[in-house]
């Protein structure tokens, strides 16, 4: 476990008082993880022209005593929480034609958690409490067990062709064409605890193995939370469908073309099915030329173009949906203190259950949910966060241009540098200003915020050089050297590693905001 530092009204189990700032020692537990994989793979000649493959994995990930970072005690573990999860795909490849060629595929995967939370759902038991100077939790587990858990799944289906053309007076052409389906199915609803109540203290008092609540009534020091879900998930759908054409054209023995586009169209469904979080399309082209000056390889330089649009994030598009996610109330607590004094003799301090049943007998005596004032703005899925009305969420892109140059060093080795420029465009973020308005709750103005696409505000651009050389020193030994020099300039991030794809803020209240400032 996590039990932060000690302080003032720290003990050791003896009774034994902890020097303040030192660490407290953790409490020991078993843990283990057991992950099983099942894999079969099956491949069927049909015919010499005709292939097809299947393929299965089953793999069951299970985790005994899984502690979320932060955990003091043993009633916050998941003592048997499970990741299964399977993967199917099919592949077919047939020759038509001498020189046509067709493959496809249709694949699924299927990913959950269980048992990922707290079993018990009362305001006591279900209740987490959170310990503000220490930064850690305890008392109930994190999330909330839910029937049938939590379902995360993809599905993935592709078709696509080759055409070989040779003519006498165009060159030969290598002709691509294809669809591509992929689907991202989350049927999740986001409860942060069982009881969905939190309780927040400032301090709380360790004595041995056992954590006491220091819970004082003036000010914010105790704060209660409630994290309800208006509005419950029957499962988002965020769809793509793409099409694209390429002809790779070799002219002559000196120029070789690449030539293609790529139409991307995003459809993606709210969690209750109630909106489109998601409705806009996009087109990208390719272009690319190469030319090798003597026509004899000895000696060429390349140059391409090329517009890449990135999937829609799934999570940026649940920032403006309701469905499946918890709102936020927060009160201060001005009920009867409890343990005032750090110093107070362990025989004679009030166990975290007793504690919480006084919190919230006085909570619910005066009003419950409807205790006013609140501590804070609430926040309301869908309601003070809302998507663009006036626009489809799309999906960021990035163009890069490429100019190189290749030599070959003789007949056993290359040469290779490239310079690559790229710049981003369509950051996910949010406004929030004078003209994105107001909502109002219970006879109280709160500030709108709108999710939608970045218009001018966000930048990013990346400059390499990327060089390589390749020698074969004989036929068991080669060796390779590759160097790249970059710099990459921007004003957003736009992702971290525990949410995966973020918004930007810059757009949040600019009028406080000065770029002379930082």
């Known amino acids: 476990t996590e039990m932060g530092l ?3 009204g720290d003990q050791y189990a003896d009774g034994t008082p902890y020097v303040v700032g030192d660490p407290i020692e953790p409490i020991i537990y078993p843990y283990e993880t057991d992950e099983t994989r099942l894999e079969a793979k099956l491949t069927w000649a049909v015919t010499n022209s005709h292939r097809v493959i299947g393929s299965y994995a089953d793999t069951q990930l299970d985790q005994m005593n899984y502690r979320r970072s932060g955990s003091m005690d043993l009633r916050s573990l998941n ?10 795909a099919f592949n077919y490849s047939g020759v038509i034609t001498e020189n046509f060629f067709i493959e496809a595929q249709v694949s699924k995967k299927e990913y959950s958690f269980l048992n990922s939370g707290s079993s018990w759902y009362d305001l006591i038991n279900g209740t987490l409490v959170l310990d503000r100077a220490r930064g850690t939790r305890y008392w109930s587990p994190t999330f909330r067990i839910k029937p049938g858990g939590e379902q995360r799944d993809h599905e993935l289906f592709t ?3 080759t055409y070989f053309l040779s003519t006498s007076s165009f060159g030969t052409h290598e002709i691509k064409a294809g669809y591509e389906y992929f689907n991202e199915i989350r049927d999740v609803n986001n409860y942060q605890n069982g009881s969905d109540y939190r309780v927040s203290l400032s301090q709380t008092i360790i004595r041995g193995d056992d954590i006491y609540p220091r819970v004082r009534n003036t000010g914010s020091y105790t704060r209660i939370y409630w ?3 208006f509005v419950p998930s029957e499962g988002s759908n965020y769809a793509s469908d793409a099409f694209y054409l390429n002809d790779r054209w070799v002219a002559s023995p000196r120029w070789t073309f690449n030539i293609g586009v790529r139409y991307n169209k995003n459809d993606a469904v709210s969690g209750d099915g109630s909106y489109q979080v998601a409705d806009d399309s996009a087109v990208s082209p390719r272009i690319g030329v190469n030319w090798d000056i003597k026509g004899n390889g000895k000696f060429t330089v390349a140059a391409n173009y090329g517009r890449y649009v990135g999937r829609l994030a799934e999570g940026v598009g649940n920032d403006g949906d309701p469905a499946g996610r918890t709102a936020s109330f927060n009160w201060s607590y001005r009920g009867p203190a409890i343990t005032a004094d750090v110093n107070t003799p362990t025989e004679d301090l009030i166990p975290t259950d007793e504690a919480l049943q006084i919190i919230f007998d006085w909570f619910f005596e005066n009003g419950g949910t409807d205790l006013r004032p609140l ?3 609430p926040s309301i899925p869908g309601f003070n966060d809302i998507l663009d009305p006036n626009g489809s969420l799309k999906s960021p892109f990035v163009d890069e241009w490429t100019v190189g140059f290749g030599a070959a060093l003789g007949k056993r080795g290359v040469v290779r540098a490239d310079l690559v420029f790229r710049t981003w465009d369509d950051f996910y973020t949010s406004y929030q200003n004078t ?4 909502v109002e709750f219970e006879g109280r103005a709160y500030d709108l915020a709108i999710v939608r696409n970045d218009i001018d505000t966000y930048n990013r651009e990346y400059k390499g050089l990327h060089t390589q050389a390749q020698y074969r020193f004989s036929d068991r030994f080669n060796a390779g050297l590759s160097y790249t020099l970059s710099y990459l ?4 991030t736009g992702e971290t590693s525990a949410s995966g794809p973020v918004r930007g803020t810059a757009n949040e209240y600019p009028e406080y905001r000065e770029a002379s400032w930082n």
Do not use: C, H, V, W
Not at 80 to 88: K, V
Not at 435 to 438: A, F, K, L, R, V
């Open 6 to 8: 000690a302080r003032e």
């Open 79 to 88: 003592p048997d929480r499970q990741q299964p999860s399977t993967l199917m």
């Open 159 to 161: 078709l696509n062709g």
């Open 227 to 229: 994290y309800p879900i």
């Open 375 to 377: 501590r804070t703005n």
């Open 435 to 438: 003209d994105t308005g107001q």
């Open 489 to 492: 300039e921007g004003n957003l």
